[in-house]
């Protein structure tokens, strides 16, 4: 069975991340513009340590596209996960709530412009996205790239709730 030859996936429900948990637990890399940043790359894939490949080629292109990104994890302990097939693993995003709607844009360019996904190219992701009084919610993504547009109006409704 390939990587995403399961069913399509798509859920949103509660999470109990939150910024303030992922501040207070925070690399001490992060410590000092953890504040500023808009959106964390999380470890992915079921593990506390490990992210997908082109992590950092996600982080660039959020940064570059002026939106304050990190990864979550202290330099010398990064690691990635070599997930080998034509599916498109992006990862685990926590986003606060003023970047969502960008984000949301942004990410989209990244997957059809940068990543030349193709209509049926699978592609996992999830995000977990701050509402306006700082609880979260997750929305996650199995399925073809051309269904994920859902997970990211899903995601941009947040950010105009209370």
């Known amino acids: 069975m390939d990587g995403l030859e399961l069913k399509e996936r798509f859920e949103v429900s509660p999470s109990d991340l939150t910024f303030e ?6 690399p001490e890399e992060l ?6 940043i808009g959106v964390l790359i999380l470890p992915s894939h079921g593990t506390d340590d490990s992210f ?10 959020l940064n ?5 990104t990190d990864i979550y994890v202290r330099d010398e302990e990064y690691k990635e996960l070599g997930l080998h097939g034509a599916d ?7 986003l606060k709530n003023f970047v969502i709607p960008i ?7 990244y997957i059809h412009e940068k990543l030349k996904a193709k209509k049926d190219d699978k592609i996992s992701l999830k995000l977990i996205v701050e509402k306006n009084d700082g609880t979260t919610s997750m929305v996650a993504f199995d399925g073809k790239v ?11 409704k ?5």
Do not use: M, P, Q, R
Request: proline fraction near 0%; glycine fraction near 6%; charged fraction near 20%.
């Open 88 to 94: 498109i693993w992006l990862g685990t995003f926590f």
């Open 64 to 68: 570059n596209n002026k939106i304050k």
């Open 52 to 61: 997908y490949n082109g992590s950092l080629d996600t982080l660039d292109y």
């Open 21 to 26: 948990v992922l501040a207070k637990n925070a």
């Open 146 to 156: 051309e269904e994920v547009e859902k997970a990211l109006n899903a995601a941009k």
């Open 158 to 162: 947040f950010s105009n709730e209370n």
């Open 103 to 109: 984000f949301c844009g942004v990410i989209a360019s």
């Open 31 to 36: 410590l000092h513009n953890i504040n500023d």
